[in-house]
């Protein structure tokens, strides 16, 4: 089925009927349409895989896909142009060019998160650049996916668009098929087993992956405006947003009143019981659920009923050991560094410009070897999670996770060691923003850094000595929502951009073309053979070059 529908593409896009700007701009006029109109579908359809709320459905999906359509297909006849390069003096008379064409047959393969929106905006660069497309939506987010399969064939046409549903055996199987770009949203993992695919075929990729993406808090930021900005941008979507901030780096000055400030703020956003707020989501499910309740501290997450008494007390007994050894391992750590983290907080330098502080290899991991002087030991604190702030409530059948800060969480937690893609908010205290980029360049490259300083040279510092797919001063999650900005990652974070006219660039091939008249035959001076003469020429044309 799945090589029938990529033939299928094939011989559609082979009859040229993508590449007329007219179709692409009637296929991007249907898919705003299909948003706009399908609106309660599309809402419901959130609400039942992810309990997301309306308005994140509408303002953080359906209107993105909605605007990106729009603006690609206003700029159609100014990126599809020739666009004129200067050819070199010794080539004169001539002329050179290039011009954007399609790619071909392109595979999207979108994740479960923003099930609606990672799919159809990158789709709509696709049609913009006169694709075909195959959509492969996640089967983790069913209601969307039938959805989706549902209404795509009613507005875009049939023969050049298709969806696929289905598991990763359907995934597989389009995967050996040769497209000439696939585009795949999701985690690293499955991000290798893509890119491993298309090499087969030697097909381009574009990766659009994660990771744990950081943010500093000095003293110089508005305490009030930072704690409200990381609360929204981390647990919008239940934490489920893959540029979400995923920790905090916070100076001593203002870390425990920053963790006490985010409460404050996920109390005015969600009320006091987020579980009965409409605004607030669920996680997608019960294997994702188990696993973020593992990142907590010990003991805040009652274990499932155990089928037997003598169950119930070894379950008692394990969780009691495994708290007993996090506080010891939290204590001894924190004797060991003592006498470093001393000598830095009297030694602590201002960062400058100019100071030389290179960006971690791509295959840094999150366990890398944390100097002590880098991050506080917070007295008693004892779980190497960190003090629950606010939060830790769990509801394993509705699959809630409350809105949870930790403060004082060490770099070798369970939280630390993963992307957390939850709502749970883990503070690291750390000693400056020396130290934080020194914290931040030892891991792999983030999707995603956010810097709430008013401080020049910290921020200009963090923008020449880290690397991450955006940086975003006092702004989480800005650069998502525009079609101005291309997104993407770097490193481990991801592959290639999109996003308006890099998301047109992404699925085009951009061909060079040159031109130069038959006569005068200007060439004739540098055919065989090559004589005296000639080689003196060539002297000269050396020194002016």
């Not at 994740?111 to 905006?121: D, F, I, R, T």
């Not at 999650?477 to 592959?495: D, E, Q, Y």
């Given at each position: ?142 209601n969307t996916s039938k959805l989706l399969a ?144 593992k990142l907590l501290p010990v003991g805040t ?245």
């Amino acid at each position: 089925m799945t090589n029938q529908t990529f033939e299928q593409l094939k011989k559609t896009y082979e009859s040229g009927r993508t590449r007329p700007l007219a179709w692409r701009r009637a296929q991007l006029n249907a898919l705003r349409r299909l948003v706009t109109e399908n609106r309660d579908a599309f809402v419901s359809s959130a609400m039942a895989d992810l309990g997301k709320p309306a308005a994140e459905t509408v303002l953080m999906e359906l209107n993105l896909v909605a605007g990106e359509a729009q603006f690609v297909r206003n700029r159609l006849s100014l990126w599809t142009a020739r666009h004129p390069k200067a050819m070199h003096w010794m080539l004169q008379p001539a002329a050179g060019w290039t011009i954007a064409e399609p790619k071909g047959v392109v595979l999207i393969i979108s994740p479960w998160n923003y099930p609606v929106l990672l799919a159809l905006e990158p789709m709509a660069d696709a049609l913009a650049a006169g694709n075909a497309v195959c959509l492969k939506p996640s089967e983790l987010s069913p209601n969307t996916s039938k959805l989706l399969a549902e209404l795509v064939p009613q507005y875009l046409d049939s023969e050049a668009v298709r969806v696929v549903e289905g598991g990763p055996k359907e995934t597989g199987e389009l995967l050996k098929c040769p497209f000439n770009h696939i585009f795949y949203t999701g985690g690293g993992h499955v991000g290798k087993i893509v890119m491993c695919a298309a090499a087969e075929h030697l097909t381009p990729v574009t990766l659009e992956l994660g990771g744990k993406s950081p943010c500093f808090v000095d003293r110089t930021a508005d305490i009030n405006v930072a704690a409200r900005r990381i609360a929204w941008g981390k647990f919008t979507n239940a934490g489920q947003t893959c540029v979400a901030p995923d920790y905090v780096l916070a100076t001593p000055d203002v870390a425990e009143a920053l963790a006490e400030r985010i409460a404050v703020a996920i109390t005015e956003f969600y009320g006091e019981d987020p579980k009965a707020s409409p605004d607030f989501g669920r996680i997608i499910n019960d294997r994702h659920f188990e696993r973020l309740c593992k990142l907590l501290p010990v003991g805040t997450v009652p274990p499932e009923e155990p089928s037997s008494p003598l169950v119930q007390v070894a379950s008692a007994v394990g969780a009691a050991m495994d708290m007993v050894g996090r506080r010891f391992n939290a204590v001894t750590t924190g004797r060991g560094g003592a006498g470093e983290m001393a000598g830095s907080a009297n030694n602590a330098a201002k960062p400058t410009a100019g100071s030389n502080m290179a960006a971690a290899d791509d295959g840094a991991t999150a366990s890398a070897a944390v100097e002590p002087s880098e991050i506080h030991k917070v007295p008693g604190v004892f779980d190497l999670a960190g003090r629950i702030v606010c939060g830790g409530k769990v509801d394993r059948a509705a699959r809630y996770i409350a809105p949870t800060v930790l403060y004082g969480t060490s770099p070798d937690a369970p939280v630390m060691k993963e992307e957390i893609f939850g709502p749970i908010l883990p503070i690291l205290v750390v000693e400056d923003a020396v130290s934080a980029i020194r914290f931040i360049n030892k891991r792999s490259r983030p999707l995603a850094a956010y810097v709430f300083s008013r401080d020049h040279e910290v921020r200009l510092t963090f923008e020449r000595q880290t690397s991450s797919g955006a940086l975003g001063y006092s702004l989480p999650l800005g650069h998502l929502l525009s079609s101005r900005l291309p997104f993407g990652g770097v490193g481990a974070s991801g592959i290639g951009t999109y996003h308006g006219k890099a998301g047109f660039l992404t699925f085009s091939h951009v061909k060079t073309v040159v031109t130069k008249p038959q006569f005068p035959d200007t060439l004739r001076l540098v055919y065989p053979p090559f004589n005296e003469a000639k080689a003196k020429l060539f002297d000269i044309i050396a020194k002016f070059s």
